[in-house]
């Protein structure tokens, strides 16, 4: 399995950006997927996840409102629309696939992926 992620870049304060996480393999479908990102100096912290099945998402609370996560298993990608950009939401993200297929329930900790992607570096200026 291999995991391309992209869409990052440059963008002011306020502004937005799509994220795509291009997913190789025929078991896209079967497994959750979250994006993750790391700032200079800090831990991967936990973004965004949604359900193998599309039903649910799990955004964390800094973000609720502003970034949405989808996926298009047609396409074998899932997405992370951010608007409302802020400067603290700068770092490279990463996308990655949950470890267990058919998996119900948040999957919010780095140990519950197994894939990751090589992250997309998102900056956003003030």
């Known amino acids: 399995v291999q995991l391309q992620a992209s869409g990052g870049g440059l963008v002011q304060a306020g502004g937005s950006l799509r994220l795509s996480c291009a997913a190789s393999?025929?078991?896209?479908?079967?497994?959750?997927m979250g994006w993750f990102r790391q700032a200079p100096g800090k831990e991967r912290e936990f973004v965004a996840a949604?359900?193998?099945?599309?039903?649910?998402?799990y955004p964390v609370d800094s973000v609720k409102g502003r970034f949405t996560v989808s996926r298009d298993n047609a396409k074998n990608t899932v997405y992370l629309q951010m608007i409302s950009l802020k400067p603290e939401d700068t770092a490279v993200y990463y996308c990655?696939?949950?470890?267990?297929?058919?998996?119900?329930?948040?999957?919010?900790?780095?140990?519950?992926?197994?894939?990751w992607g090589q992250g997309t570096l998102v900056t956003v200026s003030s």
């Open positions: 990655a696939r949950n470890k267990m297929p058919w998996r119900i329930g948040a999957a919010i900790s780095p140990d519950d992926y197994d894939y």
């Open positions: 949604i359900s193998w099945d599309d039903v649910s998402t």
């Open positions: 393999g025929r078991t896209f479908s079967s497994y959750g």
